[in-house]
């Protein structure tokens, strides 16, 4: 989305930087409303957070067919993943 930082402003160990950043995970598209906090493991945007956190996004993905809460889902690449609409993430 075009975000240009800095090494120092990634990680710096006496400065603040994005290594201290929480994530808040949002019920809804508007920002507000944070409700759980996540940690980014990867570089490609990937989150670790509470299985309640994701659960209504879960949710909206699954389908009589497609029951992702009972069963689970794996994208074994990013064009497999589910966009997740109504959620926002703050830094």
């Known amino acids: 989305m075009g975000l240009h930082l800095t090494a120092d402003e990634l990680y710096s160990i006496n400065h603040s930087s994005l290594k201290d ?4 995970l949002s019920a809804n598209g508007g920002g507000q409303g944070f409700f759980c906090t996540a940690e980014v493991v990867s570089d490609q945007g ?4 509470n299985h309640h956190c994701g659960y209504n996004a879960v949710q909206s993905h699954s389908t009589t067919d497609h029951d992702y809460l009972t ?3 794996w994208a074994k690449n990013k064009n497999e993943e589910l966009p997740m609409k109504r959620c926002a993430l703050r830094f």
């Open 46 to 49: 990937l989150i670790f957070t």
């Open 21 to 24: 950043a929480i994530v808040g």
């Open 71 to 73: 069963n689970g889902f």
